[in-house]
T-cell receptor, first 112, second 116 residues
């Protein structure tokens, strides 16, 4: 069975700081990878996704993630965070149609 | 992407009663829906896969007699928490998934259940 590990439980940054959230998965086969975001009081929404092709994927709001197959990693990055990026971030792996495994989540707090 | 709604958005009930939560796919015919449970400050835990016209597939450790799932149409799945207890208090989220090869999920807003 696949599993997902997010290294950072809670990250606190000041505005304009750079962000990198780690995500590692364990699964030997082909995977689809996702980052979801949950803003306070809102439901989960997709930030970005990787299925195949260019391992560097760009998502909404200036976020990007890089798939490194040899490291089983899919880290999320943003060069300069904003206060509005304060949210919970979840990495997810999908190997069967629609059934995803989520990491434990990382709470990002951006100080204005 | 698909738009998913849930009803109610929050519910408070007494211990021992049953609660039904609806999940609707508003613009997408979903043969498969998923039910998750999320505890505070924790990740989503998949409870079951709801299949239209057939029995749901439950994850290990999830009591199927406790959490009844009905997926009667392509746009509606229901989760009934039977004989609810305080430990069932949680945030329940449903999602729908597009077909292969794109397995992106679209989530409902969730239902907050509090059992007194």
């Amino acid at each position: 069975a696949q599993s997902v590990s997010q290294h950072n439980h809670h990250v606190i940054l000041s505005e304009a700081a750079s962000l990198e959230l780690g995500c590692n998965y364990s699964y030997g086969g082909t995977v689809n990878l996702f980052w979801y975001v949950q803003y306070p009081g809102q439901h989960l929404q997709l930030l970005l996704k990787y299925f195949s092709g260019d391992p560097l994927v760009k998502g909404i709001k200036g976020f990007e993630a890089e798939f490194i197959k040899s490291k089983f990693s899919f880290n999320l990055r943003k060069p300069s965070v904003q206060w509005s990026d304060t949210a919970e971030y979840f990495c997810a792996v999908n190997t069967n149609a629609g059934k995803s495994t989520f990491g434990d989540g990382t709470t990002l707090t951006v100080k204005p | 992407g698909a738009v998913v709604s849930q009803h109610p958005s929050w519910v408070i009930c007494k211990s021992g009663t049953s609660v039904k939560i609806e999940c609707r796919s508003l613009d997408f015919q979903a043969t498969t829906m998923f039910w998750y449970r999320q505890f505070p400050k924790q990740s989503l835990m998949l409870m079951a896969t709801s299949n239209e016209g057939s029995k749901a597939t439950y994850e290990q450790g999830v009591e199927k007699d406790k959490f009844l799932i009905n997926h009667a149409s392509l746009t509606l799945s229901t989760l009934t928490v039977t004989s609810a207890h305080p430990e069932d208090s949680s945030f329940y989220i449903c999602s729908v998934s597009q077909s292969e090869p794109y397995n992106e999920q679209f989530f409902g807003p969730g239902t907050r259940l509090t059992v007194l």
